[in-house]
């Protein structure tokens, strides 16, 4: 500084002079609670954003939901909910993709599996309801063809038969719920350790009754030769689905018990193809006209 204030006149001039200030006794003054510094920490909670889960992440989680849903109600219902609509629910809740595969087995005959492990967890009722339903029309509709086809070319009078329409209807639901019900109190009064129970004994029978419906159509061939083919095909594959399932539920039974209770079934769903068959297909003329010509009346 004193070499620049000899070579700069402005510092050298009187005017400029720095002064410095002591601020020792200053510090020195403050009393000891204004020196303490108050020290005060604010915490931050972390704030986290939640991601939204993808499309197939829920559609997971909705599909076990479903499951355990199903798997609930696979539990058996109490007695107090059986007048209840809730209880007959759990009997309709089914898809399309399990009632198509319920159906597509009730057609072919396996040895080696009983079809009562394809209506678990749950047998339904929505199946076997409507392949009854359709098997009643189906069958009086193509019982009236049959006949409509037996007069042509002849000098006979055809008519719709509407008794048809309520005799089958009348026999295949005494069929699907009568039978089931009979076989379901026999084993219950024998405690039987057969693992069916009558939820199971009516969705057996109703689903068995499926390969009825496209036999029923090709029986309005009007030839007797081809009816009866139809027919064996018939008791080969739904007696045999039926059969098969029966014998292998009553294996826990003696031997002779189970053989006799599977002979009598059988036969009564061949009864049933046979009263199909020969009522409902068996051509016969309604009403036959006189033929041409003055009739002359005795005197």
């Known amino acids: 500084l004193s070499k620049m204030s000899d070579k700069d006149p402005i510092l050298n001039s009187e005017e ?14 403050i009393p000891d609670d204004a020196a303490t510094i108050p020290t005060q920490f604010t915490t931050f909670e972390p704030v986290f954003e939640t991601a939204t889960e993808p499309e197939d ?15 609930d109600e696979a539990q058996p219902a109490t007695t107090s909910a059986f007048w209840s609509l809730k209880f007959y629910q759990q009997y309709f809740n089914v898809n399309d993709e399990m009632v198509l595969e319920r159906l597509m087995y009730a057609c072919v005959p396996t040895p080696n599996s009983s079809y009562l492990e394809k209506l678990k967890p749950l047998p339904d009722f929505y199946g076997p309801l409507w392949v009854c339903i359709t098997l009643i029309f189906s069958t009086a509709i193509s019982g009236n063809m049959a006949d409509f086809f037996a007069t042509l070319g002849k000098d006979t009078d055809w008519e719709y038969d509407f008794k048809k329409v309520s005799i089958a209807g009348t026999v295949i639901f005494s069929y699907v719920t009568v039978i089931p019900a009979l076989l379901s109190g026999y084993l219950w009064w024998r405690k ?19 390969l009825f419906i496209p036999i029923s159509l090709l029986l309005c061939i009007n030839y007797e030769w081809v009816r009866w083919i139809l027919i064996l095909a018939l008791v080969c594959t739904s007696g045999g689905v039926l059969t098969l399932t029966l014998w292998k539920v009553l294996s826990q039974e003696p031997k002779q018990l189970a053989l006799i209770i599977t002979c009598v079934l059988a036969a009564l769903h061949i009864g049933l193809i046979l009263l199909f068959k020969l ?10 006209t006189p033929p041409s010509g003055n009739s002359t009346t005795p005197t």
Do not use: M, P
Request: proline content about 0%.
């Open 16 to 29: 400029f002079n720095i002064d410095f200030q002591d601020f020792s006794n200053t510090v020195a003054s």
């Open 57 to 71: 992440t829920k559609l997971t989680l909705e599909s076990d939901n479903l499951l355990e849903e199903a798997e």
């Open 192 to 210: 039987s350790q057969a693992e069916i129970k009558l939820a199971d004994t009516l969705s057996l029978y109703g689903y068995c009754l499926t």
């Open 279 to 288: 009522y409902f297909f068996t051509t016969t003329t309604s009403h036959v």
